[in-house]
């Protein structure tokens, strides 16, 4: 089960302090979305005292809408270009978004027909933050939580490295493996998990299945504000690696 | 002292007719094939793979898909699958079991050998009574309409006591 979003019920997930916001760092998840349109947002990393600084991915721009990853530092913006469009409701995206540096920042994207996208912004673009928030389903800065999304997401993961070595475009062998086999599938990834989450447990907290977290970070948590409930999750194939399954190798 | 060692059964040919099966851009109809009956063939896991060939000129950026469905008492298949060689809209695709996605290029008639998969993992560890492949696919296209250019097999594992 995933986690569903209800915008009309002001539904999203929180945390204060986000536990990483240093460059590089990955995040990735599964996201079906139900009702998208203008500027409503799926995750981001926002300053708790002021609206300037900010790293968040939205959907924008009509309907079906586009992706935008913004990064926000001290009220200026930089978004990675060409914006990607929202296939369609009803429909599962496997979204990754990679923060290499202040002048690298990637959005892929495969989407529910096979095909893959990919875009990059590098313009010098560094947020600060004092005390970072970190939200699934909505905006939130000193304005307050805004901008609810409708969807369900599923088998996020937070990594502190970029997944790619070299910072260019993520190979598509690489972004299906990662939608298809899951994070644990790659072996050299593990070690790097800060934090992932199936979100196959039930609300209120997710925590009962498919929980893990390391890389020094210990136990990761979420308040789930206005009662975010389970939805259906992503077909996955038989072979995805769960936190649990199995050894892996790291050839260092 | 008797010791349980794994042995490979008799590799199995699938009835699936994947010849020229039509494109569906929903990635929801598509071509079940004959279920194989596991209460017979008494395997506690089967490997499972094949060739699927894509048509003449597909849309590049596409997917073939390869599910299994299976039958908790040999009667009745998940997804409403008849357990026959026929087209199948499954009354919802995630009832059944995804085994891979297979990307597509705009190549024709471009052969893909999938697998192995192993069917009991697909199904949390157990194999089902009975149980099946279903295929759907976007490329835009029918798939290749020569029969012998596609194929699903599958070798049943079992244990030997020695």
């Known amino acids: 089960m995933g986690i569903k979003l209800v915008a009309a019920s002001t539904q999203f997930l929180n945390r204060t302090p986000a536990p990483l916001t240093a460059y590089p760092y990955t995040v990735a998840f599964w996201f079906f979305f139900t009702n998208n349109a203008n500027y409503k947002f799926l995750w981001g990393i926002y300053e708790t005292a002021d609206a300037n600084n900010k790293i968040a991915l939205y959907t924008d721009n009509g309907f079906p809408s586009s992706f935008q990853l913004q990064s926000q530092a001290a009220g200026t913006s930089a978004f990675v270009s060409p914006a990607m469009q929202v296939t369609a409701d009803n429909s599962w995206h496997y979204v990754v978004i990679r923060l290499v540096s202040n002048t690298n920042r990637w959005l892929s994207v495969l989407y529910p027909s096979g095909a893959s996208s990919h875009t990059q912004n590098v313009t010098s673009n560094a947020p600060a933050y004092t005390t970072p928030r970190e939200a699934i389903g909505a905006y939130w800065n000193s304005d307050g939580p805004l901008y609810y999304h409708n969807g369900i997401m599923a088998e996020f993961v937070k990594i502190n490295a970029d997944i790619q070595a070299d910072g260019a475009q993520l190979q598509d062998w690489m972004l299906r493996q990662l939608a298809y086999q899951g994070p644990f599938s790659v072996p050299h990834l593990r070690k790097n998990i800060i934090e992932y989450r199936s979100f196959r447990g039930g609300p209120p907290d997710f925590e009962e299945a498919g929980v893990a977290w390391g890389a020094g970070k210990g136990p990761q948590f979420w308040t789930n504000t206005n009662s975010v409930q389970a939805g259906p999750h992503p077909p996955l194939a038989g072979n995805y690696r769960r936190p649990g399954d199995g050894f892996a190798v790291v050839i260092v | ?162």
């Open chain 2, 1 to 162: 002292m008797v010791t349980a060692t794994p042995t490979f059964g008799s590799v199995t040919t699938h009835t699936i007719t994947l010849a020229s099966l039509a494109s569906d851009t929903n990635l929801v109809a598509g071509r079940a094939g004959t279920a194989i009956d596991n209460v017979s063939e008494d395997a506690v896991d089967a490997m499972v793979g094949g060739i699927v060939t894509t048509g003449t000129t597909p849309t590049t950026a596409r997917q073939i898909e390869a599910w299994v469905y299976g039958s908790y008492d040999g009667t009745t298949y998940s997804g409403a699958a008849t357990g026959t060689d026929a087209n199948l809209t499954p009354s919802e695709k995630t009832l059944l079991k995804l085994l891979t996605v297979i990307p597509t290029v705009a190549t024709s008639n471009k052969a893909y050998q999938w697998g192995p998969f192993s069917v009991a993992q697909a199904f949390g560890g157990t194999m089902p009574r009975k149980w099946g492949v279903f295929f759907v696919h976007n490329t835009g296209v029918n798939l290749n309409s020569t029969g012998g250019n596609h194929e699903v097999k599958h070798t049943p594992i079992k244990y030997d006591s020695v």
